[in-house]
Nanobody, 125 residues
Framework: QVQLVESGGGLVQPGGSLRLSCVVS????????TAWFRQAPGNEREFVAV??????TTDYVDSVKGRFTISRDKNTFYLQMNSLKPEDTAVYYC????????????????????WGQGTQVTVSS
């Protein structure tokens, strides 16, 4: 059974930092692209970042480039978030893609078969 479990969310002031973690179990983590998405109240789920199955390629939505970094260490994926802004407030989800070793990581939520339960990030003074 594939499971993704996020942690690390919380309340932080603007300009602060958080590191989210996602532990993947039940599948060979380094065979699948893994992404972070977020969803704010009243908004659709939004792509944030993805790391390719081999760890050699990453992609970010423009609004977080230079501030967020996606990485992995064995079966744990991280999203380091710096210089946080109030507009980063959302529930953050990690997701594992359906297709094994897809060459080009995708930003489309429908391509991701497995999702975590989400972790709340609130940026407020």
């Amino acid at each position: 059974q594939v499971q993704l479990v996020e942690s690390g969310g919380g309340l932080v002031q603007p300009g602060g930092s958080l590191r989210l973690s996602c532990v993947v179990s039940g599948r060979t983590f380094n065979n699948y692209n893994t992404a972070w998405f977020r969803q704010a109240p009243g908004n659709e789920r939004e792509f944030v970042a993805v790391i390719k199955w081999n760890g050699l390629t990453t992609d970010y939505v423009d609004s977080v480039k230079g501030r967020f970094t996606i990485s992995r260490d064995k079966n744990t994926f991280y999203l380091q978030m710096n210089s946080l802004k109030p507009e980063d407030t959302a529930v953050y989800y990690c997701a594992s893609e359906s297709t094994r070793q897809r060459n080009k990581p995708t930003r489309e939520p429908d391509a991701y078969a497995y999702w975590g339960q989400g972790t709340q990030v609130t940026v407020s003074s």
